[in-house]
């Protein structure tokens, strides 16, 4: 579109039947709920299904329904997708139904796997059909070997999925070694890798769609590595909160499957006109501009020439002149008022 044509730009929301919102960094951060999520995603509930996505294999839905219905929202267990519940879908499609699985992890992971009628065990010596692995805290080197025992040798092909492979989870304490790291150890006993259901592999999301019907969705998640390039894999459209893991730095570094359909500084956002970015380009000079903030890219260097009034306006004209310029982030000189997080 050429530079100064207005028009009545259409918001975030604006024909998505389906939210799909992560967790930690877009609802909530440690005990307290982020500002606008909780009155966004009840306002949102008028024209669309909200559910729920967790790469957190170690609570159930209900624990996480009963913690957000605590923050003020509206939720019921169904509208929470777990990593289990996507790894449990995994093995349907991976062996008979009602089969033998040696489960490592805890109750919530054992409570999908008997959900979906498969019968338990904790030994490989019970020839179990998979293995399904995901994080408990109570997960040990006996459980870790159990599993290897059941993936190695003449049974190198016998399934094994993993809920997720996030390395570390955050716990009150500070930052532990996540599933992924868990997943690691087997790893290094049986020589492969596991088929993984949670962000930003896919199965997590198909389950998500499938469940709530969705034909518009649109996955909302702060972290670009497993939110975002989970949503692009799946083909969703995706919007990147900034109030979680990753920041402005990190958003305009992106690499072109991790970077979301909206940038927004708060879930209120969803609601309002998202301005499309506007690209002009005349001799040398490129110029990107979103409502009022204006960029001008020469080659390699990026200038700031309209700061606007909206700090929103700028860092969507950055990322735009950034990911417009096909040129990696760091081959390109960029002005520290774009990406400081003032
Ligand atoms: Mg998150």
């Known amino acids: ?21 992560d967790l930690d960094g877009v609802v ?35 624990t996480v329904a009963e913690h957000l219905t605590g923050l003020g929202l509206t939720v019921v267990p169904s509208d929470v997708v777990t990593s289990p519940q996507a790894a449990v879908r995994l093995l349907a499609d991976l062996v008979p139904a009602a089969s033998v699985i040696l489960v490592v992890g805890g109750d919530g992971l054992v409570a999908e796997v008997e959900k979906a009628g498969f019968r338990v ?4 010596d019970d020839a179990p059909a998979a293995v399904v692995q995901g994080f408990a805290p109570h997960v040990g080197w006996e459980q870790l070997a159990e599993a290897a025992f059941a993936l190695q040798g003449e049974h190198a092909e016998r399934p094994w999925v993993a809920t997720n492979t996030d390395w570390t989870i955050p716990v009150a304490r500070g930052i532990a070694p996540g599933n992924g790291t868990l997943v690691s150890a087997v790893h290094t006993a049986v020589g492969r890798l596991p088929r993984v259901a949670g962000k930003p592999e896919t199965p997590m999301f198909t389950l998500a769609v499938e469940r709530f019907g969705a034909t518009h969705a649109l996955v909302v998640g702060d972290r670009l590595d497993t939110d975002i390039l989970g949503a692009n894999r799946a083909g969703l459209a995706s919007a990147h909160v900034l109030t979680g893991v990753d920041r402005v730095k990190q958003l305009l570094a992106a690499v072109p499957d991790q970077r979301p359909t909206f940038v927004l500084e708060h ?13 002009a380009e005349r001799r040398d000079v490129v110029t990107t501009r979103v ?23 700028l860092v969507r004209a950055g990322a735009a ?16 008022e774009l990406y400081s997080d003032a």
Do not use: C
């Not at 579109?1 to 919102?21: E, S």
């Not at 065990?121 to 490989?124: E, L």
């Not at 879930?267 to 690209?279: D, I, N, R, S, V």
């Not at 096909?326 to 390109?332: A, K, Q, S």
């Open 1 to 21: 579109m050429a530079l100064g044509r207005r028009r009545t730009d259409p918001a975030p929301i604006d024909g998505v039947d389906t939210i799909l919102a």
């Open 28 to 62: 909530y951060t440690g005990p307290g709920a982020i500002p606008h999520a909780v009155e966004a995603l009840e306002r949102a509930r008028a024209s669309a299904r909200v559910g729920y996505i967790t790469n957190n294999a170690s609570r159930t839905d209900a």
């Open 121 to 124: 065990t904790r030994s490989a």
């Open 267 to 279: 879930l209120g956002q969803l609601f309002e006109p998202y301005p499309a970015a506007e690209t």
């Open 291 to 313: 409502a009022g903030a204006e960029i001008e890219r020469r080659g390699d260097t990026l200038t700031v020439t309209r700061a606007g009034d909206r700090r929103i306006d």
């Open 321 to 336: 002149a950034i990911w417009g310029s096909g040129i990696p982030i760091y081959g390109l000189r960029v002005p520290a």
